[in-house]
């Protein structure tokens, strides 16, 4: 077979037997290592759902002043990047530099997008808008009106906040180490060590992209749809 | 294992599913369907989030182990939840007038019918 030829030539470290006891080894580490992250960020979402059920109005109230746009936009985003990212996968166990280096770039790309638009525009918006409980915590009128409309507390409307801006900070947070992950990847495949060594690093980037995005998956219904969109 | 190349289509198809599906649960939010609101959007977060775990994460071809972690990382996050939500929303339940219950941050009193829509009122 084409690949235990490659698979041979590729670098073991001393502790292993072969390379694919350390392709299973690796592999398994990260996700011994996504599983701490599930109770990571598990500590967010415990928190969110108690206080979402005691204080269902103003949850339901902070969910109506986020904009859908922005949510449904993130989540199409990190969806196209773990396709790329899958592909590259693919690519890299195929050998293929190029696709390799195209596919991560595009990856790249679109997770950069995702925390620029994030930073730039919709949480600079919600502080334009007073809608950041520390910052600048004073909801317009037309916030107000929507607050009133749920009979609900305005601190407690703070509080899904504070919770929307701790899940998505800690999200955004992930997206820039995966951003540096992807950097270093697309250098050691530009010199070749990828597809000519150990391509299972793309296999493990991979892993952790498309963990971030599943957290996403998770809170673009919690936060900007759970409470229903209609008013 | 990492050696199972998987077809170009089959990535397609699950980024065509993920996609119908935010479309899907994007849609359905606008609709009244009370507290089927939420049940909704959870499901479609957890098929979504399978079929990412399945496919682009390549668990369908992994070893047992990797099962093993996931499993206890879904059943310690379960615990999480599941024993905070069991504690605050049977306080009110018992009497009132225990020390350790009244000077809880969350006091019983603010756990009515208004607020849980699953919970008996109490009498």
């Known amino acids: 077979m084409a690949d235990a030829a490659h698979a041979s030539a590729a670098p073991v470290a001393h502790q292993f037997d072969d390379f694919e006891q350390q392709t299973i080894a690796d592999t398994f580490g990260m996700w011994l290592f996504l599983a701490t992250e599930v109770l990571f960020f598990g500590g967010l979402f415990c928190g969110y759902s108690l206080y979402r059920n005691l204080y269902f109005e103003a949850f339901t109230a902070g969910s109506h002043l986020l904009k859908i746009n922005y949510g449904a936009f993130y989540t199409v985003l990190l969806i196209c990047s773990s396709l790329t990212m899958a592909l590259g996968v693919r690519a890299a166990q195929l050998r293929r530099r190029t696709a390799l280096m195209v596919l991560v770039s595009l990856t790249w790309i679109m997770g950069f997008a995702f925390v620029f638009v994030k930073l730039r525009y919709e949480w600079y918006g919600d502080y334009l808008e007073g809608l950041v409980p520390g910052l600048n915590w004073a909801p317009s009128r037309e916030s107000m009106e929507m607050i009133n409309h749920f009979h609900a507390a305005g601190p407690h409307v703070a509080l899904f906040f504070i919770f929307y801006f701790c899940m998505t900070g800690l999200h955004a947070l992930h997206m820039v180490v995966g951003l540096g992950l992807l950097t270093t990847l697309l250098i050691f495949a530009k010199q070749g060590k990828v597809t000519g060594g150990n391509y299972n690093w793309v296999e493990l980037v991979g892993l952790y992209w498309h963990f971030v995005d599943i957290v996403w998956i998770f809170l673009f219904p919690l936060l900007y749809l759970i409470g229903g969109r209609y008013v | ?123």
Do not use: C
């Not at chain 2, 990797?66 to 379960?78: D, E, H, K, P, Y």
């Not at chain 2, 504690?87 to 019918?113: L, M």
């Open chain 2, 1 to 123: 294992m990492s050696e199972h190349v998987l077809p170009k289509k089959l990535y397609f198809m699950v980024f065509l599913a993920l996609v119908v599906l935010t479309a899907i649960t994007t849609g359905v939010a606008f609709i009244d369907l009370g507290p089927f609101n939420t049940v909704v959007a959870l499901v479609i977060a957890v098929i979504k989030g399978s079929l990412v775990v399945l496919f682009f994460m390549h668990l369908k071809y992994q070893t047992g182990m990797t099962r093993v972690v996931i499993l206890a990382a879904l059943l310690w996050l379960a615990v999480l939840i599941g024993i905070t939500m069991s504690d605050v929303f049977t306080r009110h339940w018992t009497e009132k007038g225990k020390a350790w219950q009244q000077s809880s941050i969350i006091s019983p009193d603010s756990v009515t019918r208004s607020t849980v829509f699953w919970l008996p009122d109490r009498a």
